[in-house]
């Protein structure tokens, strides 16, 4: 199974919306904020871009707060 950590924005709405679901639906995840910036580098160079939320699904990245939402709904709800 793939490692999952996802780096987010305390202050970003995209990162709160993915923040929430995990809450709301009792899903716990390795949490990185990119106010750290040793979490900031690690994100730019192994993801590619400065964008938040960023699940990394082992090794690679997936952007988009509904596409990250979308992620977890199928591998935690169904």
């Given at each position: 199974?793939?490692?999952?950590?996802?780096?987010?924005?305390?202050?970003?709405?995209?990162s709160?919306?993915v923040?929430?679901?995990?809450?709301s639906?009792?899903?716990?995840?390795?949490l990185?904020?990119?106010?750290?910036p040793?979490?900031?580098?690690?994100?730019l160079?192994?993801?590619?871009?400065?964008?938040?939320?960023c699940?990394?699904?082992?090794?690679?990245?997936?952007?988009?707060?509904?596409?990250?939402?979308?992620?977890?709904?199928?591998k935690?709800?169904?």
């Amino acid at each position: 199974m793939d490692e999952l950590k996802l780096y987010y924005l305390p202050t970003c709405p995209f990162s709160l919306k993915v923040l929430r679901f995990l809450e709301s639906n009792s899903i716990v995840l390795d949490l990185h904020s990119t106010t750290e910036p040793a979490n900031k580098e690690y994100l730019l160079k192994h993801g590619g871009k400065n964008q938040v939320p960023c699940l990394f699904i082992g090794d690679r990245p997936l952007y988009e707060s509904d596409d990250i939402i979308d992620y977890l709904s199928e591998k935690y709800l169904n």
